[in-house]
């Protein structure tokens, strides 16, 4: 079983920026492609970014697109989320996903393995 940990939420400051990171417990980012998804109170999982195995083609939703960027190293098995210009409406908790296949942050019951999720909260 894939394990995905996500340190690096918290309280911030509107503007930003601020580096979310997804560590995997094995090597799978050349296999898996990765997506990061958020979820704020009473709303629907929304997935905001992802990037392909192999080819690194990344995707964004509206919302995000310029302002945040998605990465990885394959080397660390680890995907990074690079938020600028964060608003308040920015807050939510914030998943990483893998997907045995190519990117795709359209559903959220195409992944395959979930982290635990962690609490960003942006302040005006």
């Known amino acids: 079983q894939v394990r995905l940990m996500e340190p690096g939420g918290g309280l911030f400051q509107s503007g930003g920026p601020r580096r979310l990171s997804c560590t995997a417990s094995?090597?799978?980012?050349?296999?898996?492609?990765m997506a990061w998804f958020r979820q704020a109170p009473g709303k629907a999982r929304e997935g905001v970014s992802c990037i392909n195995r192999g080819d690194g083609r990344t995707d964004y939703s509206d919302s995000v697109k310029g302002r945040f960027t998605i990465s990885r190293d394959n080397d660390k098995n680890t995907v990074y989320l690079e938020m600028n210009n964060l608003k308040p409406e920015d807050t939510a908790v914030y998943y990483c996903?893998?997907?045995?296949?190519?990117?795709?942050?359209?559903?959220?019951?195409?992944?395959?393995?979930w982290g635990q999720g962690t609490q960003v909260t942006i302040s005006s």
């Open positions: 996903a893998a997907r045995l296949g190519s990117c795709s942050r359209r559903s959220a019951g195409d992944q395959n393995f």
């Open positions: 094995e090597f799978i980012l050349n296999i898996y492609s």
